[in-house]
């Protein structure tokens, strides 16, 4: 059990240090423009797919349309996206970048490839590779899969 403990306290540490500082390393260039990185994310699926509505938005998320709505109510504040009247039927909104959104979406886009792209310098593709390629199957596995209890 005193094993398992140290496993605990390395990965809380990696926690607090290290899955934190990634999420403040990718957000940061998004948050120079009032942005939350889920706002830069939603404005990216808007540019990349014409026509989208909030309820596709939500659908693809597995959240909320309300949860939407409000990541929204920044990116209309700041300019960066409008809705416009489908013209089959008036009553549904589909949404739109404006130039100022896709300005704001194409520059944020290079500072975070950018970034990444130090990243996989100093640690090498190979290794980097390998590390997603973990992460991803613990998150597959252990966060996706709800973490089953050991009998």
Known sequence: MAHE???LDKAINIYL???????SFISEPASEYNLSFGQFL????IINHPNI???DIAEQRQVT??????QLKVLFQQGYVEQKADPADRRRMFLVATKKGRDVERKIWQRINYRFANWVQIYGEERADQFLTL???FNQ???QGKIRKRE
């Open 42 to 45: 939603i404005l990216r699926k």
């Open 141 to 143: 596995q252990i966060i």
């Open 5 to 7: 403990d140290q496993l």
């Open 53 to 55: 509505k909030l309820m």
């Open 65 to 70: 349309r309300s949860a939407v709505s409000r």
């Open 135 to 137: 992460f991803e199957d």
């Open 17 to 23: 240090t290290g899955l934190k500082g990634i999420e």
